[in-house]
């Protein structure tokens, strides 16, 4: 029963992939919109290649070249960017053959595995329909197919600091409890001391001070490496903003619209570490956000996740999801920034069958995040999962709030 329900699952995981690549126009698939990333058509085989390559165990496949050029993403963190051009792709068409093929030898397989092999596929394919939403709001409009979706109305919600007391939290969980990925593994209880948090996400309005305070030139408040990254990239602002000559203005995934200041501002942790430096505050731990978030039970039926929302909604607009501190939405709206650099927890253990997953990453040159955006699958939400990105990746939806002792 429990592997005709993952399947039933994998299947609506499918629609909403297939529904997510349906928005490009045809000539957008060969686009690389960002430039640490593949063009977007390995996407389109990557999913159905990775099922493949993890359930088709030892069965002879009919299409090895393109299990082996769909099979792993990329994420260079050496300044050595891919240099593919779109004719080194196969054709739409092929893809889409081997899609189809694909996902039928899958389906015949998908009894044979542990039910561990098949919530990686489900998992995985959700998180890459997140992946495919940033990655398609980096394209033109003209490349689009636009859902019309009406902004949320700016609200004025008020900061405040709530006070966290010493205690317990738990990073991680125990292997008895159900499905993980390793980097999960093993629970870690920790005692944590007091603190204090703020009860809202950085808006767009309170770091636009930061920027026309002149934070992005001001050479404190940044680390050599983070500000070598920014002079590079000739960084002067968040890259969701753009300036027109009417002021500031915000990149949507289907329209350009007025700055709205009271959405929260989406940045790379370099960009949320100078701002908090500016404040001398700092960014919190995974523990202390652990613990600000999980102390008790939260409700995220009105949360701005689980793809219920193309964009943000201002900060402070869902109270039914406060955790038990009064501390709004750490858990949707853009996932938060620690300042904890992604690391395995005690006891952990690579997945036999996919040993990079996580330990590629161990290697100090990315940070843990925390929580869900808007584009994040609810199964991604629970308590023990660990996101990671690079300091100096501007793209994904992610916020950022402050913590003092």
């Known amino acids: 029963m429990r592997t005709l329900e993952l399947h039933q699952q994998l299947t609506q995981a499918r629609q909403a992939s297939d529904q997510l690549l349906a928005i490009l126009t045809p000539e957008a698939l060969y686009q690389r919109p960002i430039a640490e990333r593949h063009r977007l058509i390995f996407y ?63 389906d015949q397989l998908f009894e044979q595995n542990p039910e561990q092999k098949t919530q990686v596929a489900l998992e995985h394919r959700w998180m890459h329909c997140e992946t495919l939403a940033y990655l398609f709001h980096q394209l033109p409009y003209s490349q689009k197919q636009a859902i019309r979706q009406v902004p949320a109305a700016e609200t004025a919600a008020v900061l405040q600091w709530r006070h966290v007391p010493a205690g317990p939290t738990r990073l991680g969980k125990h292997r008895a409890d ?30 636009l001070e930061f920027v026309q305070a002149g934070g992005y030139n001001h050479r404190e408040l940044w680390s050599e490496q983070d500000w070598h990254w920014k002079e590079t990239t000739q960084l002067q602002h968040p890259g969701f903003w753009v300036k027109r ?22 940045v790379s942790h370099a960009e949320a570490c100078a701002f908090t430096r500016w404040l001398g505050l700092s960014l919190p731990s995974e523990a202390q956000f652990q613990r600000a978030a999980y102390s008790g039970p939260l409700n995220l039926e009105s949360a701005n996740l689980d793809f219920r929302s ?49 330990a590629d990453f161990f290697d100090g040159k990315h940070y843990v995040l925390k929580g869900a955006s808007a584009r994040t699958a609810l199964c991604l939400t629970r308590p023990s999962f660990r996101n990671w990105f690079q300091p100096h990746y501007p793209h994904v939806y992610a916020k950022f709030r402050c913590v003092r002792p």
């Open 310 to 358: 193309w964009e943000p909604r201002p900060v402070g607009s869902d109270p039914a999801s406060d955790s038990a501190f009064g501390i709004s939405e750490l858990v949707g709206n853009g996932w938060e920034w620690t300042s904890t650099p992604f690391g395995p927890l005690p006891g952990f253990e690579a997945f036999d069958f996919y040993k990079g997953y996580s």
């Open 245 to 266: 000559p009417e002021g500031w203005h915000y990149k949507g995934m289907f329209c350009e619209i007025p700055l709205p200041l009271s959405w929260p501002v989406y």
């Open 178 to 207: 159900g499905f993980g990925w390793d980097n999960e593994f093993s629970a870690q209880p920790l005692e944590v001391a007091e603190f204090s948090m703020e009860s809202l996400p950085v808006s767009n309005g309170r770091f």
């Open 44 to 106: 389109l085989g990557h999913l159905e290649a990775f099922d493949r390559n993890l359930l088709g165990g030892t069965t002879p496949s009919r299409f090895p070249e393109l299990d082996r050029l769909f099979a792993f993403g990329i994420d260079p963190t050496d300044g050595q960017l891919p240099t593919d051009q779109p004719g080194d792709w196969p054709d739409r068409q092929t893809v889409q053959d081997y899609v189809v093929h694909t996902r039928a030898e899958v």
